[in-house]
């Protein structure tokens, strides 16, 4: 089970930090990712790390902005959102995957979605 956490409203400019905490399974066995998906678009990567954290991967609208990180110990995963942007403004999931990908239908695993809002 995934549950997510730590969305709301902020300006643009401003940050957040989502949390992912997971139970039921070997947490350390999974690669994480994280999607979003906005009204009326199409759910799309944001960010994925690898089972032991040394690897991470980001879609191109968030590199330099967003921080993917994993904390084994608390079956927890991270995503600092920083300089964040009106287009930011999505539901964001969380995911897990057996390898690290950029791809949702191999994920396996999804969390219920926590809700992003960036005002202008």
């Known amino acids: 089970q995934l549950q997510a956490s730590g969305g709301g409203l902020v300006q643009a400019g401003g940050s957040l930090r989502l949390s992912c905490a997971a139970s039921?399974?070997?947490?350390?066995?999974?690669?994480m990712g994280w999607f979003r998906q906005a009204p009326g678009k199409e759910r799309e990567f944001v960010a994925a790390?690898?089972?032991?954290?040394?690897?991470?991967y980001y879609a191109r609208s968030v590199k330099g902005r967003f921080t993917i990180s994993r904390d084994n110990a608390k079956n927890t995963v991270y995503l600092q959102m920083n300089t964040l942007k009106p287009e930011d403004t999505a539901v964001y999931y969380c995911?897990?995957?057996?390898?690290?990908?950029?791809?949702?239908?191999?994920?396996?695993?999804w969390g219920q979605g926590t809700q992003v809002t960036v005002s202008s």
């Open positions: 995911a897990a995957d057996p390898a690290l990908s950029a791809e949702a239908e191999s994920y396996d695993y």
């Open positions: 039921g399974r070997t947490f350390s066995n999974y690669a």
């Open positions: 790390v690898s089972r032991s954290g040394d690897y991470t």
